[in-house]
């Protein structure tokens, strides 16, 4: 039995367990081939580390002034469009969830295998079985989530090392984890009992703001002035100031009845939440203190740097909320209702950081490596490249925040200040246990 209702709604719930690895390649096919590492000193080091404000970019100019991706996946999403009607026959959820895991940027060259969403359902008066079949692997057992904690805006001006500035700053935490009874019914097709609550936990954070910024990043001791060699330092001192703040922590589900399949009402809502919410926009900031530290060593071929930004980052809040939902059996309806008003909160903003090496040896040869956490979960990353005039050839492993091994590989042409790059890389950010391929183009201007 085919049931396009159900088989979305499965996968709504279960599109956590495929994380997407948020940052994981950026729109730079070099960098994909690489398996996600960067052998230049580009955004996402000067981004964790301070210390990389004063270094200067490679002399070779292996860092593109302008990346621009091809969007050859694009053409791929609009044939297979049709294949996302809802009331056709054909329409696969798995699919439509895939898409939105992996952004139909570049082209999917192997897609991963998509489970059926063939549903088949054994019905009694007391007894409800549903078998999802192969899609039965995609059941979480453990908490599935998402979350980051970004800069979207970074503005200032310098001297002499010297930086002042504001940058803004977002950070989410969502969570999910399955009650045992819903787990059961959904990956072992345990038959629906009555009596019985199902349900979900639920746990999620997100605040955001804007801080001002003192900074510096200098060469304690090196080489020439003229060269890159050298010892330098860097640190941000942030005053931050809370404009919005939300938590959510609680259940949700439903409570079945003594029959199943009979009577007006087999199932109940039940839904019991704490909701805080505090310091909406116009009203009081929140207040908070931190920094960024961060050094980086250059020796001719030879580069290492560390880096961690929000340390100590702790978030006062004089006027918190909290509200407790919860479904009402009596009038059939959620109920809200204050158990705290105008309390003092915290919160944290997580320590965010990048550890990276690079070796550049003779004949065009660079290697490198890095570790970056952005503040819920760490990737590796290993790669190479090696230049033949103007064409590179690259390749790369990394390990993602879910723990999967991932293979990156490609090329580049280089023409005077243009360059032409393809790169290949494996994903596991699907609804399947399966790897899939994916092929990005880019143009690059030097």
């Not at 359902?121 to 979480?140: C, E, I």
């Not at 009992?193 to 979900?200: A, E, K, L, N, Q």
């Amino acid at each position: 039995m085919r049931s396009t209702l159900v088989g979305c709604w499965v996968v709504v719930l279960l599109v956590g367990a495929a994380e997407p690895a948020r940052a994981q390649f950026s729109f730079d096919a070099r960098r994909a081939g690489m398996g996600g590492v960067s052998l230049t000193r580009d955004g996402t080091l000067r981004r964790y580390n301070p210390a990389y404000r004063a270094v200067p970019d490679h002399r070779g100019g292996g860092r593109a002034k302008l990346t621009i991706p091809i969007p050859l996946g694009l053409l791929q999403a609009l044939k297979d469009s049709a294949a996302f009607d809802v009331h056709a026959s054909y329409f696969n959820a798995f699919e439509l969830v895939n898409k939105v895991l992996n952004p139909p940027l570049y082209l999917e060259v192997k897609k991963a295998p998509i489970p059926s969403n063939d549903v088949t359902f054994t019905v009694g008066r007391n007894a409800l079985v549903v078998d999802l079949g192969k899609a039965q692997q995609l059941v979480p057992t453990d908490e599935i989530g998402f979350g980051n904690s970004s800069r979207f805006l970074d503005l200032g001006i310098g001297l002499h090392g010297l930086h002042v500035g504001v940058l803004a700053f977002l950070q989410e935490d969502v969570g999910f984890t399955l009650g045992d009874t819903l787990r059961n019914f959904l990956r072992n097709a345990d038959s629906a009992r009555v009596r019985t609550r199902y349900f979900v936990n639920v746990d999620g954070k997100g605040q955001g703001g804007f801080a001002p910024t003192l900074s510096y990043a200098g060469r304690l001791a090196g080489g020439a002035p003229d060269a890159d060699d050298g010892f330098y330092v860097g640190g941000a001192l942030h005053y931050y100031f809370g404009v919005g703040y939300g938590r959510g922590t609680g259940t949700g589900g439903f409570r079945t009845g003594d029959t199943l399949f009979a009577g007006s009402n087999p199932v109940t809502p039940n839904v019991d939440a704490l909701v805080y919410t505090s310091n909406a926009i116009g009203k009081q900031f929140g207040h908070g203190v931190g920094g960024d530290v961060g050094f980086a060593y250059v020796a001719g071929p030879f580069e290492l740097g560390v880096g961690a930004n929000d340390i100590g980052a702790t978030l006062t809040w004089k006027d918190t909320q909290v509200r407790r939902l919860f479904y009402d059996t009596t009038s059939s309806s959620i109920k809200d209702s204050i158990v705290l008003n105008h309390v003092e909160s915290k919160t944290k903003l997580p320590v965010s950081y990048v550890a990276n090496v690079a070796y550049r040896m003779g004949q065009g040869i660079t290697l490198g490596a890095d570790i970056v956490n952005n503040g819920r979960g760490t990737a590796e990353h290993v790669g190479a490249e090696v230049r033949f005039g103007p064409l590179a050839v690259r390749g790369g492993v990394a390990r993602d925040t879910r723990k999967k091994v991932e293979f990156g590989t490609g090329g580049g042409l280089r023409f005077g200040p243009f360059g032409l790059d393809v790169g290949f890389w494996t994903h596991s950010n699907s609804l399947s246990n399966t790897r899939g391929v994916t092929m990005g183009t880019s143009l690059s201007i030097y």
